[in-house]
């Protein structure tokens, strides 16, 4: 058949490109195939069920630093297609995306099933046949194009987009058609820890603290931000963002390291007044005990427990009281230099460690791929085989949570398809 292009893998990457062909080119025939019974599964789950379409960033280089892998290629990517086109997209095809306090971007409805059903109806409209419980065994690259073979079945194809995800079967046949692929690992995990506290306090969350993950005295990975304790250890936007960063080197290390914690990352949200912090970022010890011995001074009567430190929470700072092993009935006026000197220390050099790792909910997310090197980002097109595309995260690149992997998804299918629907129109020409 001629004009046709097969799109190997049925999720948010392959569908977005799928519909984009075809409204660029209507002549070209595309066929999607999708290894199992279901399409579009991280959509389905995404945002809790309710897709976190995209992110509201608008700035390319801003946008691009939200990806510890593939950084670099998608500040030019997104020169072609971003968050703002992202919107403008959905709203033309009758979806409104509204935005969150946070930056992410949801349907109005709340229901990423908007999301799957607008596909879906596309698919009817522009003649998009999907192939479900069809995985693809082998590609092979001749003369005259592609051959997709599928258990006993063959198809002929002139061009492949390639939108497997993290599938190992992707990577595999990225490989047969001559690509190198990352090896991949797990990103965006929350962290588990092995003091038993921790899993205590399961459900309190700390507004801004850093964590930083150590190797002897060397900072290997510092991030902060907000930090939830769970079941099982510590989660939140700033262990995201560490495992996120330090995907390779956690791998590396079989997810045992060494943490240390400042609880008290960033005073001028903490509620101490202006007095207690300088031009500094992040409450030092000196100021943190020039406000201990404010306290004893100013409340001497008072229960050190009642006390609200800044913003961390009463139970979380009930805990470090019985970790420094200071009574609970204790008065300020009794805190001794020594309390202060160990709550000082519990408070902004807490050491805790690292014995594995949990995946974030549903959202799993892998670093790792095909080369980005063996990739041309104008036009998402092989530079190792001619006529091969792909998008999404087959390739190694990985985003943070809040979108950014999802607009990772809608920019390469399509810059993908843009480039392949002017081939064909070129071809046609002639």
């Given at each position: ?147 997709i073979r599928s258990h006993e079945q063959e198809f002929r194809c002139d ?139 100013s409340n001497p009567k008072k229960d050190i427990k009642n006390e609200r ?122």
């Amino acid at each position: 058949m001629k004009n046709q292009i097969g799109i190997i893998g049925g999720g948010a990457a392959g569908f977005f490109a799928a519909i984009s062909i075809k409204e660029m080119n209507p002549s070209i025939n595309v066929v999607l195939f999708e290894a199992g019974s279901r399409c579009l599964k991280k959509v389905k789950i995404s945002g809790g069920g309710r897709c976190n379409v995209t992110h509201q960033c608008f700035d390319p280089i801003k946008l691009s630093n939200f990806y510890p892998r593939g950084q670099k290629e998608l500040l030019s990517a997104f020169s072609q297609f971003q968050p703002q086109d992202t919107i403008r997209w959905f709203q033309s095809h009758g979806i409104e995306l509204v935005p969150e306090e946070d930056g992410r971007i949801f349907p109005r409805t709340g229901n990423s099933q908007t999301i799957i059903d607008c596909f879906f109806e596309l698919c009817r409209k522009h003649q998009i046949k999907i192939l479900k419980k069809t995985p693809v065994t082998q590609i092979l690259k001749d003369s005259s194009g592609f051959l997709i073979r599928s258990h006993e079945q063959e198809f002929r194809c002139d061009q492949i987009f390639m939108t497997t995800g993290s599938s190992p079967q992707g990577h595999e046949l990225a490989r047969g058609l001559g690509h190198t692929i990352e090896p991949p690992v797990p990103s965006l995990f929350t962290f588990q820890i092995k003091e038993s506290w921790v899993k205590g306090l399961a459900g309190v969350s700390v507004p801004a603290v850093e964590v930083s993950i150590r190797e002897g005295k060397k900072i290997k990975i510092k991030e902060r931000g907000p930090l939830l304790m769970t079941h099982v250890g510590l989660s939140g936007p700033v262990i995201l963002k560490a495992s996120s960063w330090g995907a390779r080197y956690l791998s590396e290390i079989n997810y045992q390291a060494d943490l240390r914690i400042n609880w008290l990352s960033d005073p001028p949200q903490m509620g101490y007044g202006s007095e207690f912090y300088g031009k500094v970022k992040g409450m030092t010890e000196e100021t943190l005990r020039e406000w201990l011995l404010h306290k004893k001074k100013s409340n001497p009567k008072k229960d050190i427990k009642n006390e609200r430190l800044g913003v961390l929470p009463k139970r979380f700072f009930q805990k470090i009281l019985e970790l420094c092993e200071i009574p609970q009935d204790q008065k300020w006026a009794q805190l001794s230099k020594k309390n202060i000197h160990l709550l000082s220390d519990a408070l902004l050099r807490m050491d805790l460690q690292m014995v594995g790792k949990n995946t974030f909910k549903e959202e799993f997310v892998t670093a790792g791929g095909v080369s980005r090197k063996e990739v041309d980002f104008k036009t998402m097109q092989s530079k190792k085989t001619p006529g091969l595309f792909f998008a999404g995260e087959v390739l190694d690149i990985d985003g943070m949570t809040g979108g950014f992997n999802f607009q990772n998804a809608w920019t390469g299918g399509y810059i993908g398809a843009k480039s392949l629907a002017s081939m064909k129109k070129d071809s046609e020409s002639l």
